[in-house]
């Protein structure tokens, strides 16, 4: 399975990036599909993730801020981020679980940095 992540950037803090993900190769249904996030010096933290019930969780720090949508059974995700700020810099995994395989997948990552 290949997690191909896009739309990292460069943004001035407040302004908006939407990134994409989207999963190849054969694989059974994913139950959720989400973003993670680390800086710098920090652990991989969770930003969002949709479940294929369409059950969505989001970290505190965004709420309000990013939205994420797509379907986990469609083997696509998105999050829209807005109102970036500069404490949002660091790079997006996109994440996809199988859970009754205990199976959990990574895509390579895109580096979002946000400018004061």
């Known amino acids: 399975v290949q997690l191909q992540a896009s739309g990292g950037g460069l943004v001035q803090a407040g302004g908006s990036l939407r990134l994409s993900c989207a999963a190849s190769g054969r694989h059974f249904s994913f139950n959720v599909m989400g973003w993670y996030r680390q800086a710098p010096g920090k652990q991989r933290e969770l930003v969002a993730s949709v479940s294929s019930g369409g059950s969505t969780k989001y970290a505190d720090s965004v709420k309000g801020r990013f939205t994420i949508s797509g379907d986990a059974a469609k083997d696509t995700v998105y999050l829209q981020m807005n109102n970036l700020k500069p404490e949002d810099t660091a790079v997006y995994y996109c994440?996809?679980?199988?859970?009754?395989?205990?199976?959990?997948?990574w895509g390579q990552g895109t580096l979002v940095t946000v400018s004061s």
């Open positions: 994440n996809a679980r199988v859970d009754w395989r205990n199976q959990n997948f």
